[in-house]
């Protein structure tokens, strides 16, 4: 099934509007309330061969998509389409992160990012060399987390003092036990095969204020994937990722002493809520130096990640910088304390 | 990088400043420095430490003076050293002076500093004077021995009184170790961090409300003492004695002695 959203007044289609987050018509300028749009102008049609093919609704051509596609363009007239049986049962989103930052507002940013890189070589700065930007929404996994542990650790106090000529150290030893009950929300973990996890983990903290029961208008207008791996796939990376939180949760409640040593640790995480969420994503692929250089943009934030090209000279100018000016400060200092420069 | 840059400047400014004002006013010219009654160095050696110490005394106005002697025991170095020094201050009118006194026969060695050397080379400083000293009179190398206490001593005079010459701080080394680690370290993190940082806490998906410990023990166990001696400085070799005081003419000065 393809899906069209007709603007009322005059049949264009309309896309998703970041900066007002409303449905926008690009000839009349209408805008319409997502929760509101009326029915009547949602352009539904089943085709029987859907699972081979879709056709555009505007121009009868054939939609070319890859598996995982569920939003994009019609390549030959360029209407917003969405593909609505990847995003109906059990791949239908919960919630959706809706675009905040317009492409004009995610070019300005991302030049604003090059601009700001120290150590990138000059060219990188100056020159404009965006190739392209695509608008995503990347799925994600969210887990509500319920989890407990019970540690078991060797403390230890240690103090010392001298009486006489002699250093006395006591050590006192604790047997010290927790258990405690842990609770992390919408720990994220991304779905799509396709995007580096990395890349994605450090685009996070996306803001939850803005997390929005998922409608299909959202995504008209950019491009949408659906997930690769399930949430049960993904679960021990999510687990992998919020142990370190836990440690450090754990050894917050174990204070006051001079050394813990681990005997048992035991921590046990279940997932009590999944849910299947779209969060916004500027991809930018931009030329540098005849080599193509990948960018992710968190589309709410605006937070930009992705290896940029480094410049030795910069790199070695910085480290000269520093370590020249910190060796005449240490001298400054060792002359107003000893009086002696060399 | 421009503002950068500018700041680097300044620094090396203020580094050929601080350059340029080091170095005080001449002495008065002394002509024998070296009093070598025990006849252990060769005329070459004297003629040579005449030289260097001359140069340093010029640099901190005052002198370095070396008395050697051959006496049996009974011998008190500290009185000898002072009469000799009473004598040489009023005939040579300067009571600025760092005075290096032995005896071959009781192998006794006492460095002192009378007038402004009394705080430039105290009686810590002094000390570190000996303890690079006394390895080479005890090997017999007593013109080596005496050109290391002439450089050792103006380069602790060169520090303000009552700081540690020999602190690691004052080090060109480590100063230079220390700015090429800061850089390595800067630079490595901006590396590090040029592809975007991850800026998740442990706290950003965090449910305060529904964390928390359930359950909480500490219990004593057992407890150990471990007791060890204060670790005593060693001194440089052969016993140690003496510590400044005043001379019989009445000058104050400050020193050290040692048997090697």
């Known amino acids: 099934m393809v899906i069209q959203y007709k603007c009322p007044n005059c049949g264009s289609d309309m896309a998703f509007d970041s900066e007002s987050g409303h449905l926008s018509c690009p000839s009349c300028g209408r805008q319409d309330n997502i929760e509101t749009f009326p029915e009547t102008n949602i352009l539904r049609r089943f085709d029987p061969e859907e699972a081979k093919e879709y056709h555009c609704e505007n121009c009868g051509a054939v939609i070319l998509t890859e598996a995982e596609t569920t939003a994009t363009h019609c390549s030959f007239c360029g209407a917003p389409v969405l593909l609505a049986d990847r995003l109906t049962g059990d791949l239908a989103p919960a919630k959706v992160i809706p675009f905040t930052i317009s492409k004009d507002e995610a070019v300005a940013a991302f030049r604003k990012w090059t601009k700001n890189g120290r150590l990138t070589p000059p060219g990188f700065a100056s020159g404009d060399r965006i190739k392209k930007m695509t608008g995503m929404y990347v799925p994600f996994w969210l887990y509500d987390i319920d989890g407990q542990a019970d540690v078991s650790a060797l403390a230890t106090r240690v103090r010392s003092y001298t009486r006489g000529d002699t250093i006395y150290t006591e050590t006192d030893f604790y047997d010290v036990r927790r258990e405690m009950d842990l609770s992390y929300l919408k720990v994220p973990a991304d779905a799509s095969e396709k995007m580096d996890d990395e890349l994605m983990d450090k685009l996070e903290p996306y803001d939850y204020g803005e997390l929005k029961d998922f409608k299909m208008p959202y995504l008209a207008g950019y491009l949408a994937e659906k997930y690769d791996y399930d949430d049960d796939a993904l679960f021990s990376r999510v687990e992998s990722k919020i142990v370190p939180y836990i440690d450090s949760y754990i050894s917050s409640t174990i204070s006051g002493y001079s050394t813990v040593s681990y005997t048992n640790k035991q921590i046990l995480a279940n997932k009590k809520n999944v849910y299947y969420t779209l969060f916004p994503v500027w991809m930018v692929y931009y030329d540098f130096d005849n080599k193509e250089h990948t960018f992710a943009m968190n589309g709410q934030t605006g937070k930009v990640v992705g290896k940029p090209p480094i410049s030795a000279f910069k790199v070695a100018a910085w480290f000269i910088g520093i370590a020249a000016s910190a060796f005449a400060v240490l001298k400054a200092i060792s002359f107003a304390v000893g009086g002696v420069l060399w | ?260």
């Not at chain 2, 110490?53 to 049996?72: M, N, V």
């Not at chain 2, 007038?115 to 080479?136: C, H, K, W």
């Open chain 2, 1 to 260: 990088m421009k503002q950068f840059q500018l700041k680097g400047l300044m620094m090396f400014c203020l580094l050929l400043f601080f350059i340029s004002i080091g170095g005080t006013a001449a002495s008065a010219a002394v002509e024998q420095r070296v009093y070598d009654n025990a006849n252990l160095l060769t005329s070459s050696e004297i003629a040579e430490l005449e030289a260097v110490a001359a140069e340093h005394s010029r640099k901190h106005g005052t002198d370095f003076l070396f008395l050697t002697s051959e006496e049996q025991a009974p011998f008190f170095i500290v009185e000898y050293m002072g009469d000799f020094f009473d004598t040489w201050a009023v005939e040579n009118g300067q009571e600025n002076a760092v005075l290096l006194t032995m005896n071959i026969a009781t192998r006794d060695v006492y460095l002192a500093g009378f007038g402004t050397a009394e705080t430039t080379l105290n009686n810590q400083r002094v000390n570190m004077v000996l303890d690079r000293i006394i390895p080479d009179m005890q090997r017999g190398d007593y013109a080596g021995a005496f050109r290391e206490t002439v450089t050792t001593s103006s380069r602790y005079m060169e520090f303000r009184p009552g700081v540690n010459p020999e602190n690691i701080f004052f080090k060109t080394w480590f100063q230079l170790a220390v700015a090429l680690l800061l850089g390595g370290i800067v630079v490595g993190s901006m590396l590090y961090n040029s592809g975007g940082r991850v800026t998740t806490t442990a706290g950003t998906y965090f449910d305060g409300d529904n964390s928390r410990v359930t359950g909480k023990l500490d219990q004593f166990r057992n407890k150990t003492v471990s007791r060890r001696r204060v670790p005593k400085k060693s001194s440089g070799g052969g016993s140690g004695f003496g510590g400044g005081g005043v001379t019989g003419g009445g000058r104050s000065f400050s020193g050290g002695g040692r048997k090697f």
